[in-house]
């Protein structure tokens, strides 16, 4: 469940790129502006998509913090895990 629902807008500096988020889903938004924007490097979106950070760790040494209601967001959408371990190697 995400805490936030409506359009999220992400600014790179390859570019800018927004979802919205409703109840049941999440979806790509190529739309007018609006909603919560967060401003972040293409470095530090490529480390939360691929989950091998803490989210938090990486929202922290943003040079434009996002607010509550965006960190709560990327919290959820981007969950930390494991991607480079296989688990039979690790377990």
Do not use: K, S, W
């Amino acid at each position: 469940r995400l805490p936030f629902q409506g359009r999220l807008t992400f600014r790179t500096d390859e570019g800018e790129a927004a979802i919205v988020i409703t109840a049941d889903d999440v979806l790509v938004d190529g739309g007018a502006n609006g909603g919560l924007v967060v401003e972040l490097p293409q470095t530090a979106l490529v480390r939360l998509c691929l989950g091998g950070f803490d989210p938090a760790d990486v929202l922290a040494r943003l040079p434009n913090q996002p607010d509550r209601e965006v960190e709560a967001a990327l919290r959820v959408l981007f969950p930390r895990r494991m991607p480079h371990i296989y688990p039979m190697d690790r377990f």
